[in-house]
């Protein structure tokens, strides 16, 4: 199933890396990536498509521990 996340993550170095690998280690192969600096320069928005069998809400509980990951949505995609 696919799954559309949609994150704000703070502007840290290898804040993109943890990300991807944590989407990785829970069984999810990321599909696109698309995001944006915020106005206020602090902050990144972050669009990602992702695939898997497992659940989304195992994949939105371990980005929604890391420290770089302000707020996190995933929902399924159409």
């Known amino acids: 199933m696919r799954y559309q996340l949609d994150l704000t993550l703070r502007q840290a170095e290898g804040a993109l890396t943890r990300v991807l690998g944590t989407a990785e280690?829970?069984?999810?192969?990321?599909?696109?990536?698309?995001?944006?600096?915020?106005?206020?320069?602090?902050?990144?928005?972050?669009?990602?498509?992702?695939?898997?069998?497992r659940s989304e809400a195992s994949l939105?509980?371990?980005?929604?521990?890391?420290?770089?990951?302000?707020?996190?949505?995933v929902r399924p995609c159409p």
């Open 25 to 53: 280690r829970r069984g999810f192969r990321p599909l696109s990536v698309d995001g944006e600096a915020q106005p206020d320069g602090d902050r990144w928005h972050l669009r990602m498509t992702v695939e898997g069998d």
């Open 60 to 73: 939105q509980q371990q980005l929604a521990k890391l420290h770089d990951c302000i707020a996190v949505e």
